[in-house]
């Protein structure tokens, strides 16, 4: 190869690689995110759509109150697309004045990821279905969805009255993963969920943390989330909750969703295509090679 070639050969290639590298450093440090969205509080619920018992409550959004026999829903009223993979993390709290025997527990929250038909108005049944459900026969379910329920009843299914699990095709009884909480999860702590999707790996992964302490991880799981929520593009962001005999106030305090820079995405693609450059020019040059 001339020398002129391979001269620029290596600063095609520099450049590439210094792209690339960047980019992977800004991903694995979290910061090459945008904020798809952010609810501090929610003394605003501009942007959502709240459905059954569902209530802003002061600063909180209250998805059931005190009461028996509740259910509650809350989503973004638009769509999002969530293709390029997302991080959401919420603060949530259960409590209960009326009802504080640990022998009656309120059913749980759910975060909730779907393209029912119902759109931001797709609601379930009360009790153990968690808002998400409904084994009632009625057919309220939400489907297609994934569901991370933050469970505090030992309904059928459920491996005890303390768990998160994931759920699929809006039925409570189908754990695809489930990990125990060893305190109750209902105790009227604050704590803190983290849940992550890698698209290319096709991961899940949920952690959560009591009161100051940050969120452990408790369950990375493999799930297609454009073949279980298909056919729609874009999907609704949102939770759901329920109580039955047993109730309480179940709030979400806050929620954070990031999802991956466009620029950041659109430079790696630009350093893998200057890699292909810098190879394709090195093997067009003639030979620097003297004749016979």
């Not at 993979?85 to 527990?105: E, H, V, W």
């Not at 695809?176 to 704590?191: C, F, M, Q, R, Y």
Request: hydrophobic fraction near 40%.
């Amino acid at each position: 190869m001339p020398i002129g070639a391979l001269t620029e050969y290596r600063a095609v290639l520099r450049f590439a690689v210094v792209l690339i590298i960047g980019c992977l450093a800004a991903v694995g440090g979290r910061g090459a995110t945008a904020a798809l969205i952010d609810y501090p509080d929610f003394s605003s619920v501009a942007g959502l759509t709240l459905n059954g018992n569902a209530a802003q409550s002061g600063d909180r959004l209250r998805l059931t109150p005190d009461s028996p026999s509740q259910v509650g829903g809350a989503f973004l009223s638009s769509p999002v697309s969530i293709t390029k993979g997302f991080t959401t993390r919420f603060r949530l709290q259960i409590t209960s004045a009326l009802n504080p025997s640990p022998l009656r527990r309120s059913d749980g929250i759910a975060f909730v990821i779907q393209s029912d038909p119902r759109g931001s108005a797709a609601l379930g049944a009360d009790g153990g279905n968690m808002g998400y459900a409904d084994d009632t026969g009625g057919g309220n379910e939400i489907v297609p969805s994934v569901v991370i329920e933050f469970d505090t009843h030992h309904g059928v299914g459920d491996p005890s009255d303390s768990h998160v699990g994931l759920m699929l095709a809006g039925t409570r009884t189908n754990h695809a993963v489930t990990s125990n909480v060893p305190a109750k999860l209902d105790n009227g702590s604050i704590w803190t969920a983290e849940v992550t999707y890698d698209p290319v790996l096709t991961e899940l992964s949920v952690f959560l943390g009591e009161n100051a302490a940050p969120p452990a991880h408790l369950f990375t799981h493999t799930v297609d989330l454009a073949t279980q929520v298909s056919p729609a593009p874009d999907v609704y962001l949102g939770f759901t909750a329920g109580s039955g005999g047993g109730f309480a106030n179940q709030d979400i305090l806050s929620w954070q969703t990031e999802v991956p820079e466009p620029t950041t995405l659109a430079l790696f693609a630009v350093g893998l295509a200057g890699l292909g450059v810098a190879r394709r020019r090195c093997r067009s040059r003639p030979s620097d090679k003297a004749g016979p």
